[in-house]
């Protein structure tokens, strides 16, 4: 079974340009989520949809993120413009019925973000 | 608010001793309460959860936790560890089944298993 895919792996970038990651969830699953992995805060949620609508963006750090998912097969992340603080490791995550029955997530291998 | 926590960055156990890596939780109500483990430059891989019912849960890779409700604890336990189960271990929590009941992750627990 394939799993949810994130592309690129890794992206190195200057500061100030736009950067998009990108996620394809598992087939089916109706809940997508947006993970940032750093040292020194651990893992943070970023925003999650559950059938591509936006359910929760608190957790976005600034006005400089933003996420989409036009369909139940893709979501972007976007950051513009970038900066070396949101150098990080970005998971998205999906999961089958996460608000009613607490199925696990399951992650993506992540795009490690370098911003120069 | 919920939270969880990792007290130790690190757990160091030989290969064929038992291992123990302990989480604890605070919620206003019943937890749910989530075990992963992460490989270098890989995502996190679900390993167990307790959800209600019998409070020893069984895991993949012949991992299991215990919830102590007393204790608030769910620490993730395995009786005879593997070179191979060196990972970084998370555990979570969620404190309800609702939309907006978020999986809170704790820092994280960095096991190394010598052979």
């Known amino acids: 079974d394939a799993g949810v895919i994130q592309s690129p792996r890794h992206e190195v970038t200057e500061m100030g340009q736009e950067v998009t990651l990108r996620c394809k969830p598992i087939s089916g699953h109706d809940y997508l989520f947006w993970y940032r992995q750093t040292m020194m805060r651990g893992l943070e949620l970023l925003i999650y949809f559950n059938n591509n609508v936006p359910i929760d963006d608190s957790g976005m750090p600034e006005d400089r993120f933003s996420a989409k998912m036009p369909n139940a097969s893709f979501s972007t992340l976007k950051i513009q413009p970038s900066e070396p603080r949101d150098s990080a490791v970005y998971f998205c995550?999906?999961?089958?019925?996460?608000?009613?029955?607490?199925?696990?997530?399951?992650f993506g291998d992540g795009t490690r973000l370098s911003i120069l | 608010a919920q939270s969880v926590a990792q007290p130790e960055d690190q757990v160091n156990v030989a290969e064929g001793n038992p291992l123990t890596v302990k989480c604890t939780y605070s919620?206003?109500?019943?937890?749910?309460l989530f075990w992963y483990v992460q490989y270098p430059n890989r995502g996190l891989q679900f390993l167990l959860k307790?959800?209600?019912?019998?409070?020893l849960v069984k895991g993949s890779y012949g991992f299991e936790a215990e919830f102590n409700k007393s204790q608030t604890s769910f620490h993730l336990k395995k009786p005879s560890a593997l070179v191979s189960d060196s990972a970084l271990y998370f555990c979570?929590?969620?404190?309800?089944?609702?939309?907006?009941?978020?999986?809170?992750f704790g820092t994280g627990t960095r096991l190394q298993v010598f052979p």
């Open positions: 307790y959800i209600t019912g019998d409070n």
């Open positions: 919620v206003s109500g019943n937890p749910y």
């Open positions: 995550a999906s999961s089958l019925l996460w608000g009613v029955s607490n199925q696990p997530q399951h």
């Open positions: 979570a929590v969620r404190a309800g089944a609702l939309d907006t009941d978020k999986l809170i």
